[in-house]
């Protein structure tokens, strides 16, 4: 009798994936910011291609990183004479002699 009442009780359940995919919820949209809220600027942007939104931001910050640094000197260590006052000094001490400022290509480059 015990094996007859769990055939009777038992239900055969079919699984049915989310309509959109796996993680995606029947409350909200498949893409998006969840029912489009929020600022219309906000919305559009999410909506953009990932690649150009990133090469926007990135160019924005750029640009205002930049800001600061508009109109002023170079620093005195940027000067030619400084320059070649430092290349002088490396070749003197021989730094990095098989493929630097020390190498045979590198000082054949400098006297033409």
């Known amino acids: 009798t015990n094996n007859k009442l769990n055939e009777a009780t038992m239900v055969k359940v079919w699984y049915e994936p989310p309509p959109y995919g796996p993680r995606t919820s029947l409350n909200r949209p498949a893409y998006g ?3 489009d809220l929020g600022p219309r600027w906000v919305v ?15 160019s924005v910050f750029i640009g205002l990183a ?12 940027c000067s ?9 000094y490396m070749r ?5 002699p ?12 400098d006297e033409h």
Request: hydrophobic letters at 40%.
């Open 33 to 35: 910011t969840g029912g």
């Open 44 to 58: 559009q942007i999410s909506k953009m291609p990932p690649g150009r939104v990133i090469v926007g931001f990135v």
């Open 66 to 77: 930049t800001l600061p640094l508009m109109g002023q000197k170079l620093p005195y260590t």
């Open 80 to 88: 030619p004479e400084y320059l070649a006052a430092q290349r002088a």
């Open 92 to 96: 003197y001490h021989n730094m990095n």
């Open 98 to 109: 098989i493929w630097g400022i020390s190498s045979k290509q590198s000082r054949a480059a």
